[in-house]
């Protein structure tokens, strides 16, 4: 049986039909086909590839929920650095309004947060209203001290019965010591009546002379404290008032900046 020829892929040389290799070039005739070429994955390669893949999606979703984690923090620290900031400035403004208007009877308040500025407004909102109610009985109190003290230093030359001067004396006393039961400040005044005794013991520095007039200032500002007692509860009345507008003040900034 005759064989038939072919001819070499490379070369081009006559080589028989049935030839692996040709005989001038040494090369290979056979054709691979392409489901003998492709190169199969082994499944172990494929489960590892997977396995990886799920890591790197687990990876990415836990640095993912991280930044967004730190981004909320960075931002609730922003927000109270942004609070705090404007509430510092804030005081910043009203200490310079106030050494503008040289005023100093009235302390500043700070709070350390939102809860105790708010349990600072829960427990001052009945020491306001009492504190409102005492200013009016100071008022009537001041109004009668007034005229008793005109009357002692015959200022005001009227006769009135001795019962009716001593009703309007105990109406002064009585009305004081309530208000400032009611409104507070009986502190208060005894400090401003030491701070008017030193006044006084230093206008004169010559001894005995300036005891003398320091002892006479302390005396005359507790008078003036008795039966004026408007001016010590009227101060402390402004100040409650002041804390209760900070703390209010605070917490409106703090809602503002979202740090709540």
Not at 59 to 72: F, G, P, R, Y
Not at 189 to 202: D, P
Request: hydrophobic content about 45%; some cysteine; aromatic content about 8%.
């Amino acid at each position: 049986m005759r064989t038939g020829h072919k001819f070499c892929m490379y070369c081009g040389q006559a080589i028989s039909e049935d030839a692996k290799f040709c005989p001038l070039c040494g090369k290979s005739q056979k054709i691979d086909r392409p489901e003998e070429t492709e190169k199969q994955v082994p499944s172990a390669v494929q489960e590892k590839a997977q396995t990886m893949t799920h890591t790197i999606k687990n990876t990415l979703s836990d640095v993912s929920q991280k930044v967004q984690e730190a981004d909320l923090a960075d931002k609730a620290k922003s927000a109270a650095h942004t609070a705090k900031a404007t509430w510092d400035r804030a005081g910043e403004t009203r200490k310079k309004n106030e050494r503008k208007k040289k005023n100093h009877l009235f302390e500043e308040t700070t709070f350390e947060g939102r809860d105790a500025a708010q349990e600072f407004l829960d427990k001052n909102a009945a020491t306001m209203k009492r504190s409102k109610l005492g200013l009016q009985v100071a008022i009537i109190a001041s109004i009668f001290g007034v005229f008793c003290l005109l009357l002692a230093f015959d200022v005001v030359s009227i006769d009135l019965p001795i019962p009716v001067e001593n009703a309007m004396l105990l109406i002064c006393l009585g009305g004081s010591l309530v208000s400032y039961i009611m409104a507070g400040g009986i502190l208060k005044s005894i400090r401003y009546s030491f701070r008017i005794a030193v006044v006084g013991w230093f206008i004169v520095p010559v001894f005995p002379f300036d005891l003398c007039i320091g002892l006479i200032a302390l005396i005359l500002s507790i008078f003036a404290f008795i039966f004026v007692p408007i001016v010590s509860v009227g101060i402390n009345y402004v100040q409650t008032k002041k804390d209760i507008e900070d703390a209010e003040l605070f917490i409106r900034i703090l809602q503002q900046s979202g740090s709540l």
